[in-house]
């Protein structure tokens, strides 16, 4: 994400590389940079100019420290003010003193806003050991209806719906049924539009009044930019939500809105989607964002995320493995399967820090390593354990098992080779930082994951 504004960021401090000091002229060209790069991003030229305002007043204020060269320093100067920008501190949703809390969904059509349903109910099910319930008040579409339920189903959470086109009292019964069941938590998907009109508005309206809802988040898409900002400002005027959330992060290379969104509206970003899967949802950190935007990864976020699905004694065993160099194609296998639970690839690199960057170009997906996962799949287990018995034999039955060619298993079986030499030399780096930096290098190099 934001893969365009963090190289031109990253372009605008090369000025400030080898000077010794922070003077006018190297901090003018250097903000000068900063503004144009976020213009191109589509920030809100408003808030461009403050920022930009703010850092230089900021950076002719700094003592340069003796241990720090300017270069470092203006780089935590803008990190700082990015933060303050992004919202400065995480802001969780409110949870009402008496349940059930209600959480009110508003957005325009297509941002999003059922697949967010869905996804939300997910978090508070596993993060917060909660109970949901998910109210089908987009009563205009079937398909939305049908779509919630669908993914409600893969969760096992239920969803409230009538057969009638009157969305208040879905969410009225919504809320009632949720006490008698004794669930905490409704979380009401309302209908949507292709732009902001009376009626849409009226309707979110009724409804909030109606359930009174504890939190009401507005869904936003991030990859329309300005636009997407321009649609909060109106919605925040007529329902004054309390927060947003960014969807489809995952594709916005630019990041016009997240920067924008927080300024202009004055309301926090709670949440943040980056894909279609319901595990691709993430609390809002401004601190960890302002880091992956400047390339400075997001380690604190990639380490909780390998908590949860890294089993400590399987790790100590995989180290172990690792250090005695008996890590073969099976434990591989079996790693990069846990390393796919932790969600989308593309977004666990860039928070390793400088990945984002020197992988900006390359295509990473799971699907990438789809053939490699056949391969494997494809040899016995004694294949597996000792890769050094396949004979041109072997081979051909492994490639004719998989549908790649033998050239593909002789570049895999060399990459494999040369990736446990790294894990072993990243032995400092701790299981997840090898692991990663050894999919990398696989992902990279073979013909089929180009």
């Given at each position: 994400m934001f893969q365009d504004l963090s190289s031109k960021l990253d372009k605008a401090f090369q000025s400030l590389k080898g000077e010794s000091k922070i003077t006018d002229v190297n901090i003018a060209e250097t903000v000068r940079e900063i503004r144009r790069a976020l213009l191109d991003a589509d920030v809100n030229y408003?808030?461009?100019?403050?920022?930009?305002?703010?850092?230089?007043?900021?950076?002719?204020?700094?003592?340069?420290l003796t241990a720090v060269n300017p270069g470092q320093q203006f780089t935590k100067v803008v990190h700082d003010e990015l933060t303050g920008i992004l919202g400065q501190e995480r802001v969780d949703i409110a949870v009402a003193d008496t349940p059930p809390t209600v959480i009110l969904i508003a957005g325009l059509?297509?941002?999003?806003?059922?697949?967010?349903?869905?996804?939300?109910?997910?978090?508070l099910k596993q993060e917060n050991n909660r109970s949901p319930i998910l109210?089908?008040?987009?009563?205009?579409?079937?398909?939305a209806i049908n779509q919630l339920k669908t993914l409600a189903d893969s969760i096992d959470v239920p969803v409230y719906s009538i057969g009638q086109k009157d969305a208040v009292r879905v969410a009225k019964e919504a809320v009632s049924m949720a006490k008698s069941l004794a669930l905490d938590t409704v979380i009401i998907d309302t209908a949507g539009r292709m732009h902001v009109d009376e009626k849409m508005m009226n309707e979110v309206a009724e409804i909030k009044e109606a359930v009174q809802p504890d939190e009401t988040l507005f869904i936003v898409d991030s990859m329309t930019g300005q636009d997407a900002v321009n649609t909060a400002r109106e919605f925040n005027e007529t329902i004054n939500y309390d927060g947003v959330v960014l969807t489809k992060l995952d594709g916005d290379t630019r990041g016009g809105a997240a920067l924008s969104i927080k300024t202009v509206v004055q309301k926090p970003i709670k949440f943040v989607s980056t894909g279609e899967k319901l595990d691709a949802l993430s609390p809002f950190y401004p601190d960890r964002m302002s880091q992956r935007i400047l390339g400075m990864g997001d380690v604190v976020s990639l380490v909780e995320k390998a908590q949860k699905e890294f089993d400590e004694k399987e790790a100590q065993e995989l180290q172990k493995k690792i250090k005695s160099d008996s890590f073969d194609l099976?434990?591989?296998?079996?790693?990069?399967?846990?390393?796919?639970?932790?969600?989308?690839?593309?977004?666990?690199?860039?928070?390793?820090?400088?990945?984002?960057?020197?992988?900006?170009?390359?295509?990473?997906?799971?699907?990438?390593?789809?053939?490699?996962e056949a391969i494997i799949c494809s040899m016995t287990p004694e294949e597996k354990h000792n890769p050094d018995i396949l004979n041109a034999t072997r081979k051909r039955r492994i490639a004719k098992g998989s549908g790649t060619r033998v050239s593909d298993i002789n570049d895999l079986l060399k990459q494999f080779k040369q990736m446990k030499k790294m894990m072993k030399s990243f032995s400092g780096m701790g299981k997840m930082g090898?692991?990663?930096?050894?999919?990398?290098?696989?992902?990279?190099?073979?013909p089929f994951g180009r």
């Amino acid at each position: 994400m934001f893969q365009d504004l963090s190289s031109k960021l990253d372009k605008a401090f090369q000025s400030l590389k080898g000077e010794s000091k922070i003077t006018d002229v190297n901090i003018a060209e250097t903000v000068r940079e900063i503004r144009r790069a976020l213009l191109d991003a589509d920030v809100n030229y408003e808030v461009a100019k403050q920022f930009t305002n703010d850092i230089k007043d900021r950076a002719m204020g700094e003592d340069v420290l003796t241990a720090v060269n300017p270069g470092q320093q203006f780089t935590k100067v803008v990190h700082d003010e990015l933060t303050g920008i992004l919202g400065q501190e995480r802001v969780d949703i409110a949870v009402a003193d008496t349940p059930p809390t209600v959480i009110l969904i508003a957005g325009l059509q297509g941002s999003g806003k059922t697949t967010f349903s869905a996804k939300l109910a997910r978090y508070l099910k596993q993060e917060n050991n909660r109970s949901p319930i998910l109210a089908a008040a987009d009563v205009y579409r079937p398909a939305a209806i049908n779509q919630l339920k669908t993914l409600a189903d893969s969760i096992d959470v239920p969803v409230y719906s009538i057969g009638q086109k009157d969305a208040v009292r879905v969410a009225k019964e919504a809320v009632s049924m949720a006490k008698s069941l004794a669930l905490d938590t409704v979380i009401i998907d309302t209908a949507g539009r292709m732009h902001v009109d009376e009626k849409m508005m009226n309707e979110v309206a009724e409804i909030k009044e109606a359930v009174q809802p504890d939190e009401t988040l507005f869904i936003v898409d991030s990859m329309t930019g300005q636009d997407a900002v321009n649609t909060a400002r109106e919605f925040n005027e007529t329902i004054n939500y309390d927060g947003v959330v960014l969807t489809k992060l995952d594709g916005d290379t630019r990041g016009g809105a997240a920067l924008s969104i927080k300024t202009v509206v004055q309301k926090p970003i709670k949440f943040v989607s980056t894909g279609e899967k319901l595990d691709a949802l993430s609390p809002f950190y401004p601190d960890r964002m302002s880091q992956r935007i400047l390339g400075m990864g997001d380690v604190v976020s990639l380490v909780e995320k390998a908590q949860k699905e890294f089993d400590e004694k399987e790790a100590q065993e995989l180290q172990k493995k690792i250090k005695s160099d008996s890590f073969d194609l099976e434990d591989f296998y079996e790693q990069l399967q846990q390393v796919k639970k932790m969600g989308d690839l593309s977004d666990l690199v860039g928070m390793i820090p400088g990945a984002g960057q020197a992988l900006q170009d390359a295509d990473i997906d799971d699907d990438s390593f789809k053939p490699i996962e056949a391969i494997i799949c494809s040899m016995t287990p004694e294949e597996k354990h000792n890769p050094d018995i396949l004979n041109a034999t072997r081979k051909r039955r492994i490639a004719k098992g998989s549908g790649t060619r033998v050239s593909d298993i002789n570049d895999l079986l060399k990459q494999f080779k040369q990736m446990k030499k790294m894990m072993k030399s990243f032995s400092g780096m701790g299981k997840m930082g090898q692991m990663m930096q050894g999919m990398k290098g696989m992902k990279n190099k073979l013909p089929f994951g180009r």
